[in-house]
Protein backbone atom coordinates (compact mmCIF):
# COMPACT_ATOMS: atom_id res chain seq x y z
CA UNK A 1 0.00 0.00 0.00
CA UNK A 2 2.17 2.53 -1.44
CA UNK A 3 0.12 5.47 -2.60
CA UNK A 4 -3.61 7.18 -1.89
CA UNK A 5 -5.23 5.00 -4.57
CA UNK A 6 -3.84 1.63 -3.10
CA UNK A 7 -5.44 2.35 0.46
CA UNK A 8 -8.78 3.32 -1.27
CA UNK A 9 -8.43 -0.23 -3.06
CA UNK A 10 -7.95 -1.83 0.62
CA UNK A 11 -10.97 -0.14 1.91
CA UNK A 12 -13.21 -0.86 -1.16
CA UNK A 13 -11.71 -4.67 -0.71
CA UNK A 14 -12.49 -4.87 2.73
CA UNK A 15 -16.00 -3.44 2.44
CA UNK A 16 -16.77 -6.43 -0.49
CA UNK A 17 -15.77 -8.84 1.89
CA UNK A 18 -18.45 -9.99 4.40
CA UNK A 19 -17.00 -9.77 7.88
CA UNK A 20 -16.80 -12.63 9.85
CA UNK A 21 -17.74 -11.65 12.93
CA UNK A 22 -21.47 -10.07 12.74
CA UNK A 23 -22.43 -9.90 16.35
CA UNK A 24 -19.27 -8.99 18.55
CA UNK A 25 -20.77 -7.86 21.32
CA UNK A 26 -22.22 -11.45 22.11
CA UNK A 27 -19.06 -12.62 22.93
CA UNK A 28 -18.31 -9.66 25.11
CA UNK A 29 -18.06 -10.55 28.71
CA UNK A 30 -20.93 -8.75 29.86
CA UNK A 31 -23.46 -10.35 27.41
CA UNK A 32 -26.29 -12.01 28.79
CA UNK A 33 -26.72 -15.22 27.07
CA UNK A 34 -30.20 -16.68 26.08
CA UNK A 35 -28.92 -20.47 27.09
CA UNK A 36 -26.95 -21.33 29.80
CA UNK A 37 -25.89 -24.91 29.39
CA UNK A 38 -24.33 -28.02 32.09
CA UNK A 39 -25.99 -25.36 34.99
CA UNK A 40 -29.63 -26.51 35.31
CA UNK A 41 -28.83 -28.24 38.86
CA UNK A 42 -27.28 -25.17 40.05
CA UNK A 43 -30.09 -23.05 38.28
CA UNK A 44 -32.83 -25.38 40.06
CA UNK A 45 -31.01 -25.09 43.44
CA UNK A 46 -30.76 -21.48 44.04
CA UNK A 47 -34.49 -21.12 42.17
CA UNK A 48 -35.81 -23.73 44.84
CA UNK A 49 -34.12 -21.57 47.76
CA UNK A 50 -35.09 -18.23 46.24
CA UNK A 51 -38.97 -19.43 46.18
CA UNK A 52 -39.87 -18.85 49.39
CA UNK A 53 -40.02 -14.83 48.73
CA UNK A 54 -42.85 -15.55 46.41
CA UNK A 55 -44.50 -16.27 49.72
CA UNK A 56 -42.61 -12.92 51.54
CA UNK A 57 -40.56 -15.62 53.36
CA UNK A 58 -37.26 -15.05 53.52
CA UNK A 59 -35.03 -17.22 51.74
CA UNK A 60 -31.94 -18.50 53.40
CA UNK A 61 -28.53 -16.82 52.51
CA UNK A 62 -26.56 -18.41 50.17
CA UNK A 63 -22.94 -19.28 48.86
CA UNK A 64 -22.16 -20.18 45.64
CA UNK A 65 -18.38 -20.35 44.97
CA UNK A 66 -16.39 -22.16 42.21
CA UNK A 67 -13.50 -21.06 39.96
CA UNK A 68 -13.64 -18.49 37.53
CA UNK A 69 -15.56 -18.73 34.72
CA UNK A 70 -17.48 -21.59 35.96
CA UNK A 71 -21.13 -19.52 35.07
CA UNK A 72 -21.60 -18.00 38.95
CA UNK A 73 -22.38 -14.87 38.06
CA UNK A 74 -24.39 -15.28 34.88
CA UNK A 75 -26.06 -18.01 36.42
CA UNK A 76 -27.15 -16.11 39.79
CA UNK A 77 -27.91 -12.98 37.62
CA UNK A 78 -30.63 -15.47 35.48
CA UNK A 79 -32.16 -16.52 38.63
CA UNK A 80 -32.50 -13.34 39.57
CA UNK A 81 -33.90 -11.93 37.20
CA UNK A 82 -36.62 -14.93 36.35
CA UNK A 83 -37.38 -14.19 40.24
CA UNK A 84 -38.41 -10.62 39.74
CA UNK A 85 -40.34 -11.34 36.65
CA UNK A 86 -42.42 -13.94 38.63
CA UNK A 87 -42.39 -11.33 41.32
CA UNK A 88 -43.88 -8.12 40.03
CA UNK A 89 -46.48 -10.51 38.12
CA UNK A 90 -47.85 -11.66 41.17
CA UNK A 91 -47.39 -7.83 42.59
CA UNK A 92 -44.94 -9.08 45.70
CA UNK A 93 -42.40 -6.61 46.70
CA UNK A 94 -39.22 -8.21 46.19
CA UNK A 95 -35.95 -5.97 45.35
CA UNK A 96 -32.34 -7.40 44.40
CA UNK A 97 -28.96 -5.62 44.49
CA UNK A 98 -26.38 -6.55 43.14
CA UNK A 99 -22.78 -5.68 43.52
CA UNK A 100 -19.08 -6.72 42.76
CA UNK A 101 -17.10 -6.23 45.55
CA UNK A 102 -13.72 -6.47 42.64
CA UNK A 103 -14.84 -2.71 41.62
CA UNK A 104 -12.87 -0.36 43.34
CA UNK A 105 -14.35 2.87 45.17
CA UNK A 106 -17.12 0.94 46.00
CA UNK A 107 -15.91 -1.63 47.77
CA UNK A 108 -12.35 -0.77 49.08
CA UNK A 109 -14.42 -0.11 52.89
CA UNK A 110 -17.01 -1.00 54.70
CA UNK A 111 -17.62 2.60 54.57
CA UNK A 112 -18.18 2.97 50.82
CA UNK A 113 -19.88 -0.53 50.54
CA UNK A 114 -22.61 0.44 52.76
CA UNK A 115 -23.27 3.66 50.70
CA UNK A 116 -23.51 1.99 48.13
CA UNK A 117 -26.20 -0.72 49.10
CA UNK A 118 -27.87 2.37 50.25
CA UNK A 119 -27.45 4.30 46.62
CA UNK A 120 -28.80 1.08 45.31
CA UNK A 121 -32.06 1.33 47.80
CA UNK A 122 -32.13 5.06 46.32
CA UNK A 123 -30.58 6.63 49.34
CA UNK A 124 -27.55 8.88 48.36
CA UNK A 125 -25.10 9.21 50.93
CA UNK A 126 -21.97 11.45 51.10
CA UNK A 127 -18.80 9.91 49.80
CA UNK A 128 -17.11 10.39 53.03
CA UNK A 129 -17.63 12.17 56.53
CA UNK A 130 -20.46 10.53 58.17
CA UNK A 131 -19.68 7.47 61.00
CA UNK A 132 -19.72 4.00 60.18
CA UNK A 133 -22.63 3.59 62.05
CA UNK A 134 -24.60 6.31 60.86
CA UNK A 135 -24.11 4.79 57.09
CA UNK A 136 -25.16 1.75 58.15
CA UNK A 137 -28.53 3.92 59.80
CA UNK A 138 -29.46 5.15 56.45
CA UNK A 139 -29.23 2.15 54.44
CA UNK A 140 -31.29 0.28 57.54
CA UNK A 141 -33.89 3.09 56.86
CA UNK A 142 -34.09 2.58 53.10
CA UNK A 143 -34.41 -1.21 53.27
CA UNK A 144 -37.02 -1.05 56.32
CA UNK A 145 -39.08 1.85 54.76
CA UNK A 146 -41.70 -0.49 53.28
CA UNK A 147 -42.76 -4.19 53.48
CA UNK A 148 -40.57 -6.13 51.14
CA UNK A 149 -37.58 -9.06 50.79
CA UNK A 150 -34.50 -7.35 49.37
CA UNK A 151 -32.05 -9.85 47.67
CA UNK A 152 -28.51 -8.80 48.26
CA UNK A 153 -25.80 -10.31 45.84
CA UNK A 154 -22.37 -9.67 47.20
CA UNK A 155 -20.26 -10.81 43.43
CA UNK A 156 -16.22 -11.49 44.59
CA UNK A 157 -17.19 -11.63 48.00
CA UNK A 158 -13.78 -12.85 48.77
CA UNK A 159 -12.20 -9.23 47.72
CA UNK A 160 -14.20 -7.84 49.77
CA UNK A 161 -13.04 -9.20 52.81
CA UNK A 162 -9.52 -9.08 51.71
CA UNK A 163 -10.27 -5.50 51.69
CA UNK A 164 -11.75 -4.74 54.39
CA UNK A 165 -12.17 -7.84 56.89
CA UNK A 166 -14.96 -10.43 57.51
CA UNK A 167 -16.93 -8.20 59.74
CA UNK A 168 -19.30 -6.50 57.47
CA UNK A 169 -20.49 -9.85 56.89
CA UNK A 170 -21.31 -10.16 59.86
CA UNK A 171 -22.81 -7.00 60.54
CA UNK A 172 -24.79 -7.53 57.17
CA UNK A 173 -26.34 -10.89 58.14
CA UNK A 174 -27.24 -9.73 61.23
CA UNK A 175 -29.28 -6.88 60.03
CA UNK A 176 -32.38 -9.02 60.07
CA UNK A 177 -32.99 -8.29 64.13
CA UNK A 178 -33.16 -4.67 63.31
CA UNK A 179 -35.51 -4.61 60.49
CA UNK A 180 -39.14 -4.80 61.30
CA UNK A 181 -40.99 -4.19 57.88
CA UNK A 182 -38.01 -5.86 55.55
CA UNK A 183 -36.41 -9.24 55.03
CA UNK A 184 -32.81 -9.40 53.50
CA UNK A 185 -31.63 -12.25 52.02
CA UNK A 186 -27.70 -12.39 50.60
CA UNK A 187 -26.21 -13.81 48.23
CA UNK A 188 -21.80 -14.05 48.52
CA UNK A 189 -20.35 -15.39 45.83
CA UNK A 190 -16.68 -16.15 45.67
CA UNK A 191 -13.88 -17.27 43.28
CA UNK A 192 -12.27 -18.51 45.91
CA UNK A 193 -12.81 -22.15 46.73
CA UNK A 194 -11.43 -21.95 49.97
CA UNK A 195 -12.69 -18.70 50.68
CA UNK A 196 -15.11 -20.11 53.90
CA UNK A 197 -12.78 -22.20 55.42
CA UNK A 198 -11.23 -18.38 56.85
CA UNK A 199 -14.21 -16.62 57.78
CA UNK A 200 -15.30 -16.19 61.28
CA UNK A 201 -17.58 -18.94 62.16
CA UNK A 202 -20.57 -17.34 63.09
CA UNK A 203 -20.26 -15.32 59.21
CA UNK A 204 -19.13 -18.93 58.35
CA UNK A 205 -22.85 -20.07 59.61
CA UNK A 206 -25.01 -17.08 58.47
CA UNK A 207 -23.63 -16.75 55.24
CA UNK A 208 -23.09 -20.38 54.31
CA UNK A 209 -26.54 -21.32 55.30
CA UNK A 210 -27.29 -22.64 51.90
CA UNK A 211 -23.95 -23.78 49.72
CA UNK A 212 -23.92 -24.09 45.97
CA UNK A 213 -20.59 -25.12 44.02
CA UNK A 214 -20.02 -24.44 40.44
CA UNK A 215 -17.59 -27.32 39.32
CA UNK A 216 -15.30 -26.39 36.45
CA UNK A 217 -16.69 -27.47 32.93
CA UNK A 218 -15.18 -30.01 30.89
CA UNK A 219 -14.22 -29.58 27.41
CA UNK A 220 -17.13 -30.92 25.87
CA UNK A 221 -19.16 -28.68 27.77
CA UNK A 222 -17.17 -25.83 26.80
CA UNK A 223 -17.56 -26.60 23.52
CA UNK A 224 -21.19 -26.39 23.53
CA UNK A 225 -21.34 -23.32 25.08
CA UNK A 226 -18.70 -22.52 22.21
CA UNK A 227 -21.36 -23.06 19.59
CA UNK A 228 -24.22 -21.27 21.07
CA UNK A 229 -22.42 -18.27 21.05
CA UNK A 230 -20.51 -18.75 17.45
CA UNK A 231 -23.98 -19.64 16.00
CA UNK A 232 -24.70 -15.76 16.60
CA UNK A 233 -21.39 -14.02 16.82
CA UNK A 234 -20.30 -15.37 13.69
CA UNK A 235 -21.78 -15.66 10.41
CA UNK A 236 -22.84 -19.23 8.25
CA UNK A 237 -20.13 -21.51 7.45
CA UNK A 238 -17.19 -19.03 9.25
CA UNK A 239 -15.50 -21.56 11.25
CA UNK A 240 -13.13 -23.96 10.68
CA UNK A 241 -14.03 -27.80 11.57
CA UNK A 242 -12.17 -28.36 14.87
CA UNK A 243 -11.59 -24.58 15.79
CA UNK A 244 -14.16 -24.76 18.50
CA UNK A 245 -12.81 -27.92 19.99
CA UNK A 246 -9.11 -26.21 20.44
CA UNK A 247 -10.40 -23.19 22.13
CA UNK A 248 -12.09 -25.50 24.66
CA UNK A 249 -9.21 -27.51 25.19
CA UNK A 250 -6.78 -24.28 25.62
CA UNK A 251 -9.70 -23.08 28.03
CA UNK A 252 -9.68 -26.17 30.04
CA UNK A 253 -5.83 -26.39 30.43
CA UNK A 254 -6.26 -24.94 33.78
CA UNK A 255 -9.89 -25.30 35.40
CA UNK A 256 -12.36 -25.03 32.82
CA UNK A 257 -12.98 -21.63 32.91
CA UNK A 258 -15.92 -19.91 30.38
CA UNK A 259 -15.04 -16.73 30.32
CA UNK A 260 -11.27 -17.49 28.65
CA UNK A 261 -12.74 -19.70 26.11
CA UNK A 262 -15.19 -17.53 25.03
CA UNK A 263 -11.89 -14.59 24.99
CA UNK A 264 -10.32 -16.96 22.91
CA UNK A 265 -13.08 -17.24 20.21
CA UNK A 266 -13.56 -13.57 20.10
CA UNK A 267 -9.53 -12.75 19.73
CA UNK A 268 -9.26 -15.56 16.86
CA UNK A 269 -12.20 -13.97 15.05
CA UNK A 270 -10.63 -10.59 15.31
CA UNK A 271 -6.80 -12.12 14.11
CA UNK A 272 -8.58 -14.10 11.42
CA UNK A 273 -10.70 -10.54 10.45
CA UNK A 274 -7.36 -8.63 10.46
CA UNK A 275 -5.71 -11.28 8.06
CA UNK A 276 -8.52 -11.15 5.51
CA UNK A 277 -9.15 -15.33 5.96
CA UNK A 278 -12.29 -16.27 4.74
CA UNK A 279 -12.69 -18.38 7.72
CA UNK A 280 -11.27 -18.53 10.96
CA UNK A 281 -9.01 -21.69 11.54
CA UNK A 282 -7.25 -23.12 14.43
CA UNK A 283 -3.87 -21.50 13.79
CA UNK A 284 -6.06 -18.26 14.28
CA UNK A 285 -6.62 -19.70 18.03
CA UNK A 286 -2.89 -20.45 18.41
CA UNK A 287 -2.33 -16.79 17.46
CA UNK A 288 -5.50 -15.58 19.96
CA UNK A 289 -3.81 -17.82 23.08
CA UNK A 290 -0.34 -16.25 21.99
CA UNK A 291 -1.93 -12.64 22.50
CA UNK A 292 -4.13 -13.61 25.35
CA UNK A 293 -1.14 -14.61 27.56
CA UNK A 294 1.07 -12.06 26.70
CA UNK A 295 -1.10 -9.65 27.22
CA UNK A 296 -1.93 -11.42 30.90
CA UNK A 297 1.56 -11.60 31.78
CA UNK A 298 2.19 -7.98 31.31
CA UNK A 299 -0.57 -7.22 32.82
CA UNK A 300 0.21 -8.98 36.01
CA UNK A 301 3.66 -7.50 35.80
CA UNK A 302 3.11 -4.27 35.91
CA UNK A 303 0.25 -4.57 38.57
CA UNK A 304 2.78 -5.92 40.96
CA UNK A 305 3.97 -4.20 44.16
CA UNK A 306 7.77 -3.14 43.50
CA UNK A 307 9.21 -5.67 45.77
CA UNK A 308 7.60 -8.55 44.18
CA UNK A 309 8.35 -6.56 40.55
CA UNK A 310 12.36 -6.58 41.86
CA UNK A 311 11.84 -10.30 42.99
CA UNK A 312 10.46 -11.07 39.62
CA UNK A 313 13.30 -9.28 37.77
CA UNK A 314 16.05 -10.92 39.92
CA UNK A 315 14.57 -14.28 38.75
CA UNK A 316 14.49 -13.18 35.11
CA UNK A 317 18.39 -12.62 35.34
CA UNK A 318 19.40 -15.54 36.60
CA UNK A 319 21.79 -17.29 34.21
CA UNK A 320 19.18 -19.20 31.71
CA UNK A 321 22.10 -21.92 30.68
CA UNK A 322 19.19 -24.69 32.15
CA UNK A 323 21.08 -24.74 35.70
CA UNK A 324 18.53 -24.96 38.41
CA UNK A 325 17.63 -21.74 39.84
CA UNK A 326 17.83 -21.28 43.33
CA UNK A 327 16.11 -19.21 46.36
CA UNK A 328 19.06 -18.14 47.64
CA UNK A 329 21.17 -17.08 44.29
CA UNK A 330 17.69 -15.08 43.69
CA UNK A 331 17.86 -13.27 46.82
CA UNK A 332 21.51 -12.17 46.40
CA UNK A 333 20.60 -10.55 42.98
CA UNK A 334 17.55 -9.46 44.74
CA UNK A 335 19.24 -7.23 46.92
CA UNK A 336 22.04 -6.05 44.36
CA UNK A 337 18.43 -4.83 42.44
CA UNK A 338 17.24 -3.41 45.53
CA UNK A 339 20.42 -0.97 45.95
CA UNK A 340 20.05 -0.22 42.31
CA UNK A 341 16.37 0.77 42.52
CA UNK A 342 16.37 2.71 46.00
CA UNK A 343 14.72 -0.22 47.25
CA UNK A 344 15.07 -1.55 51.32
CA UNK A 345 15.62 -5.23 50.82
CA UNK A 346 13.49 -7.44 52.53
CA UNK A 347 14.33 -10.56 54.46
CA UNK A 348 15.19 -13.78 52.92
CA UNK A 349 11.85 -15.59 54.35
CA UNK A 350 9.73 -12.80 53.14
CA UNK A 351 11.38 -12.72 49.70
CA UNK A 352 10.49 -16.07 49.60
CA UNK A 353 6.71 -15.73 50.58
CA UNK A 354 7.36 -13.14 47.38
CA UNK A 355 8.39 -15.82 45.70
CA UNK A 356 5.67 -18.03 46.18
CA UNK A 357 3.15 -15.69 45.00
CA UNK A 358 4.72 -15.41 41.72
CA UNK A 359 4.39 -18.81 41.61
CA UNK A 360 0.74 -18.78 42.40
CA UNK A 361 0.40 -15.67 39.73
CA UNK A 362 1.77 -18.36 37.16
CA UNK A 363 5.10 -16.38 36.22
CA UNK A 364 7.45 -18.78 37.56
CA UNK A 365 7.54 -22.48 38.93
CA UNK A 366 8.62 -22.74 41.97
CA UNK A 367 8.82 -26.56 43.68
CA UNK A 368 10.32 -26.74 47.11
CA UNK A 369 13.04 -29.48 47.58
CA UNK A 370 14.80 -30.84 50.53
CA UNK A 371 18.08 -30.66 50.52
CA UNK A 372 18.46 -33.07 53.36
CA UNK A 373 20.65 -31.59 56.63
CA UNK A 374 20.27 -28.43 55.32
CA UNK A 375 17.01 -27.48 55.22
CA UNK A 376 14.65 -26.72 52.13
CA UNK A 377 14.99 -24.82 49.23
CA UNK A 378 12.92 -23.60 46.26
CA UNK A 379 13.93 -24.77 42.79
CA UNK A 380 12.90 -21.85 40.17
CA UNK A 381 11.50 -22.18 37.11
CA UNK A 382 10.64 -19.47 34.48
CA UNK A 383 6.88 -19.69 33.15
CA UNK A 384 7.45 -17.14 30.77
CA UNK A 385 8.49 -18.33 26.50
CA UNK A 386 11.49 -16.43 25.77
CA UNK A 387 10.58 -14.62 23.07
CA UNK A 388 8.00 -12.82 26.04
CA UNK A 389 10.87 -12.46 28.38
CA UNK A 390 13.14 -9.88 27.06
CA UNK A 391 9.92 -7.61 26.91
CA UNK A 392 8.89 -8.22 30.58
CA UNK A 393 12.21 -7.83 31.55
CA UNK A 394 12.31 -4.12 29.92
CA UNK A 395 8.93 -3.35 31.52
CA UNK A 396 10.15 -4.55 34.82
CA UNK A 397 13.26 -2.38 34.49
CA UNK A 398 10.63 0.71 33.43
CA UNK A 399 8.60 0.31 36.55
CA UNK A 400 12.13 -0.04 38.61
CA UNK A 401 13.08 2.74 37.73
CA UNK A 402 16.70 0.84 36.82
N1 LIG B 1 -23.23 -22.44 31.23
C1 LIG B 1 -22.99 -21.37 30.47
N2 LIG B 1 -23.64 -21.17 29.33
C2 LIG B 1 -23.39 -20.07 28.59
N3 LIG B 1 -22.48 -19.15 28.89
C3 LIG B 1 -21.78 -19.31 30.03
C4 LIG B 1 -22.00 -20.42 30.87
N4 LIG B 1 -21.18 -20.32 31.93
C5 LIG B 1 -20.46 -19.21 31.76
N5 LIG B 1 -20.81 -18.59 30.62
C6 LIG B 1 -20.21 -17.35 30.10
O1 LIG B 1 -18.84 -17.38 30.46
C7 LIG B 1 -18.40 -16.14 30.99
C8 LIG B 1 -17.99 -16.30 32.42
O2 LIG B 1 -19.11 -16.64 33.23
P1 LIG B 1 -19.33 -15.96 34.66
O3 LIG B 1 -20.71 -16.24 35.09
O4 LIG B 1 -18.90 -14.54 34.60
O5 LIG B 1 -18.28 -16.81 35.50
P2 LIG B 1 -17.88 -16.63 37.03
O6 LIG B 1 -18.77 -15.60 37.63
O7 LIG B 1 -18.03 -17.99 37.63
O8 LIG B 1 -16.43 -16.20 37.00
C9 LIG B 1 -19.57 -15.19 30.80
O9 LIG B 1 -19.40 -14.54 29.57
C10 LIG B 1 -20.77 -16.11 30.77
O10 LIG B 1 -21.80 -15.54 30.00
MG1 LIG C 1 -18.24 -13.75 38.41
Redesign the pocket.
Known sequence: MAGQLSVTDFFEDFLKKQPLLVDKKV???????Q?????QSQIQQIAAILAVSLRREKPSNIFVY????????????YVLMKLLESASAKNIPLKTVYVNCKLKKIADTEYRIIAELAKNLGKSVPATGLPTDEVYNIFLKALDSTEQIVVLVL??VDRLVDKTGDEILYNLTRLNSSLSKAQLSIIG?S?DVRFMENLDSRVKSSLGEENIV?PA?DAV?LV??LR??AKIAFRTNALEEGMLEKCAAYAAREHG???R??ELLRVAGEVAEREGSEIVKSEHVDRAEERIEKDTVLEITTTQPKQSQAVFYATLLMPADGKKIETGNVYEKYKEICAAAGLSPLTQRRVSDLIGELDMLGLINAKVVSKGRYGRTREIYINIQTDMREKVQGKLKEELGL
Not at 35 to 39: A, C, M, V
Request: glycine content about 8%; proline content about 2%; hydrophobic content about 30%.
Open positions: LQSNYAPLILHRGKTGTGKTVVTQDEINFYQEIERDARAI
